[in-house]
């Protein structure tokens, strides 16, 4: 017994040991806590996180709110053939000729509202934190974690100064990524998640909805069709099932079918693609079917017009939120022509 136990505390003596030596090779920051900091950034002094993964970058900017820039880097947009399709041989007996499908065209440039994602991500910016500090390394050593000949780039401007790090390649094996600061060449390793949301090729950060305020914070609304409106009221809405929706003139006899109308429209319209400031829909301007103006107590709140082109047959909307028109899916139209049966009786 007192052999086993002489080698269980010899056990625990060297495991406190290896334990006591690790703590020591960490980093000193780290010994305080779980991560280390990179760069020293808050809410009012971050103003851009900007992203490269070699062809294409991600731009997060803090102006009157979020803004994300989606965008080729100068000399990397692909080249796109707007001509017929290609034909190509099938390869069956008959030996005939099919088109081989396009290649989808390459998305524009924009500079759009960002959503509450891109809020989310701008908080993991103040401070910029990694896992651990690993100091400067030799170039082996960078080459052997893919920092070396990376083109990934992140581009942090707290306060007016700018502050790049070349971000490691994937490789094999190893777990996260590698952040080296190009001025001091100090090398973090921090999560990849961190440019999961950082991807320029997804639209995970663009803000897609028609309002900003919420289904409980107006009251009443106003239908416009050419010349002709239709004013409603709106009770209960702070439970979805309580909502009742009424002519003005008549407050206290609620219209079921304008109230199922509206919750389509307000719930159900699928936004597909996002324009940017100034930029309209690609076959011209939609021809506009409806407006809702929205109010709270007299003032106003905030307003949505539906259009469609008739020469593409898409429909399109744009609102208090929006920079300019987004498209919508497929359906839109008939929500559209049953608004204005139900709220213009037509």
Do not use: C
């Not at 500079?111 to 908080?123: F, K």
């Not at 090398?187 to 950060?205: C, G, H, R």
């Not at 009443?220 to 309580?242: C, I, L, M, R, Y």
């Amino acid at each position: 017994m007192k052999a086993r136990s002489a080698a269980l505390q010899g056990g625990l003596a060297v495991i406190g040991l290896v334990a006591a030596y690790l703590t020591w090779q960490r980093p000193a920051e780290s010994q305080q806590k779980d991560s280390v900091v990179m760069l020293e950034a808050n809410k009012n002094s971050l103003e851009r996180v900007r992203y490269e993964d070699g062809t294409r970058l991600v731009s997060v900017e803090k102006s009157d709110r979020l803004y994300v820039t989606l965008a080729y880097l100068p000399g990397k947009r692909p080249a796109w053939d707007a001509g017929a399709p290609v034909e190509t041989t099938d390869g069956g007996v008959d030996g005939g000729v099919i088109n081989a499908p396009r290649a989808p065209e390459p998305p524009p440039d924009r500079t759009l509202y960002a959503n509450d994602r891109a809020d989310q991500l701008w908080g993991r910016f103040t401070p910029l934190e990694a896992a651990r500090a690993l100091g400067t390394l030799p170039k082996e050593k960078l080459d052997e974690l893919g920092v070396s000949q990376s083109d990934r780039k992140l581009k942090v401007t707290v306060s007016g100064v700018p502050t790049r790090f070349t971000i490691s390649k994937p490789v094999n094996g190893l777990i996260g990524n590698y952040a080296r600061n190009e001025k001091t060449g100090e090398v973090f390793l921090i999560s990849s998640s961190l440019f999961n949301e950082l991807d320029p090729n997804s639209q995970l950060l663009v803000d897609r909805r028609l309002h900003a305020f919420k289904a409980n914070e107006f009251d009443a609304f106003t239908v416009k069709v050419d010349n002709e409106t239709a004013s409603f009221v709106q009770t209960g809405a702070d439970v979805p099932a309580t909502t009742r929706i009424a002519p003005a003139a008549t407050p206290d006899k609620p219209d079921e079918m304008v109230g199922n109308w509206h919750e389509k429209i307000w719930n159900r319209l699928v936004v597909t693609e996002v324009l940017q400031k100034d930029e309209k829909p690609r076959f011209g301007e939609p021809n506009v079917i409806f407006r809702i103006d929205y109010s709270f107590k007299g003032k106003p709140k905030g307003w949505l017009e539906l259009g469609n082109h008739a020469r593409t047959n898409t429909m399109w909307a744009r609102s208090e939120n929006t920079l300019s028109w987004v498209g919508l899916h497929q359906g839109a139209e008939d929500v559209a022509l049953e608004g204005i049966k139900a709220t213009l009786k037509k």
